[in-house]
């Protein structure tokens, strides 16, 4: 094993779990989905440790989203919030930062991991793992301009692994506070294999801390997963659409106490709960169930693993139908029913139609599913 190339090892002053002694979790950062009314209705489930916003996008004429800002101002349960960052012009990010000092960040997070083709394309995301330059200029540019914590969330390669020991060099190098390792490639997307064994090797060689990501579908994985990698804890995205208890139990599960198993009635209200967070007049109600289709995807084989939800879910047009449908399937049929099993390992593994398959990018500007 390499020695990482940084013999100075900082002294990091990362925020408290909400249990203290526990390891963190953090809600991964997702474009249109990790906003103030998510945030608000995971936190009424169980917060997690750690937030982190969507990406403010930087380039030469871009200002601060006021609606991502609102994620960190308005912060319902008082967590940490880490404010992430797409781009790779020095100037810009330096305004940035400098702009978003005047809020309460926990910090800088500089995304290195977007697999969306037209994100890496700009040689931004995912597409500055192909060029170590541009990541070594980045990484001393944010370190030095960065007065709160500097973490970075970055993928094991763009389409292999062969520069991941010298980009783990560089976030040694430049004192990086956090590393939130997504454990495939760029080219890997969402659907291949994860290797943890990269976390561990990551865990080994940096003098930073590691929240391991990527395919942490229960809290029987992330126990598992954090334990045998000795990563800092689990950062946790996808799985949290489907399964917003998933913090709560991965909490419980550390505290050796039983682990609170929703039923399909708690599935109900959560769905009428993320209705109503994103609910906005002045959007047509067709175009806010369509959004809420988006979510359901991925709640609905914890509901129906047949597929027969989702089916009848995609063809509504007016809230009344939607909920008709879910009242159908969380409250009727499937009255006191445990949705989201331990021992259902992922929604991707228990379907063989590529129809049923949902997916959704940490940096996409939506929520993407292949229609039935």
Same mark, same amino acid.
């Given at each position: ?28 950062? &997702? ?12 936190? /009424? ?17 871009? /200002? ?19 404010? #992430?960052?797409?781009? @790779?012009?020095?100037?810009? =990010? ?17 995304? &290195? ?20 330059? *541009?990541?070594?200029?980045? %990484?001393?540019? =944010? ?49 291949? @294999? ?5 976390? +561990?090797?990551?865990?080994?060689? %940096? ?12 809290? +029987?994985?992330?126990? @598992? ?13 996808? *799985? ?20 609170? #198993?929703?039923? =399909? ?8 709960? %993320? ?14 169930? *369509? /959004?809420?289709? +988006? ?16 089916? +009848? &879910? ?59």
């Amino acid at each position: 094993m390499q020695e990482a190339t940084n013999s100075t090892v900082r002294t990091v002053s990362l925020p408290d779990a909400v249990v203290p002694g526990q390891w963190p979790t953090a809600l991964a950062p &997702m474009q249109d989905v990790t906003n103030l009314p998510y945030m608000r209705v995971v936190s /009424r489930r169980g917060s997690p440790d750690y937030y982190f916003t969507e990406y403010f996008r930087v380039h030469g004429t871009s /200002r601060l989203d006021p609606r991502i800002l609102r994620s960190i101002t308005e912060n319902p349960d008082g967590r940490p919030v880490f404010a #992430q960052l797409i781009g @790779e012009n020095l100037v810009d =990010l330096r305004r940035t930062v400098r702009t978003l000092r005047e809020y309460p960040v926990a910090g800088i997070d500089l995304n &290195m991991g977007c697999p969306a083709p037209r994100v890496y394309k700009k040689n931004v995301g995912g597409g500055l793992l192909r060029d170590p330059q *541009a990541v070594d200029r980045i %990484l001393g540019t =944010l370190r030095e301009e960065t007065t709160t914590l500097f973490t970075v969330k970055m993928r094991i390669g763009f389409a292999d692994d062969r520069l991941f020991e010298t980009l783990l060099s560089l976030v040694s190098k430049h004192n990086v506070d956090l590393l939130s390792l997504h454990v495939r490639t760029v080219q890997g997307g969402y659907r291949s @294999e994860p290797s943890y064994a990269h976390a +561990k090797h990551a865990v080994d060689f %940096l003098p930073c801390p590691v929240l391991l990501n990527g395919n942490i579908s229960t809290s +029987k994985v992330a126990h @598992e997963e954090v334990i045998r990698s000795g990563a800092y804890g689990a950062m946790i995205g996808r *799985a949290a659409i489907r399964n917003p208890w998933i913090f709560k139990q991965i909490r419980q599960m550390q505290a050796n106490e039983n682990v609170f #198993q929703p039923n =399909l009635e708690d599935a109900y209200i959560y769905v009428e709960e %993320l209705y109503e967070e994103f609910s906005d007049p002045k959007v047509p109600e067709e175009k806010q169930v *369509a /959004r809420m289709k +988006k979510f359901l995807n991925f709640v609905g084989l914890g509901v129906d693993p047949r597929g027969e939800f989702l089916h +009848k &879910m995609r063809r509504s047009r007016t809230k009344d139908e939607l909920f008709s449908v879910c009242s159908r399937f969380m409250r009727e049929e499937g009255r006191g029913a445990t949705a989201f099993h331990e021992h259902f390992p992922s929604v991707v593994s228990r379907v063989q139609s590529p129809a049923l398959l949902p997916t959704i990018s940490s940096c996409s500007s939506e929520f993407e599913f292949p229609s039935t």
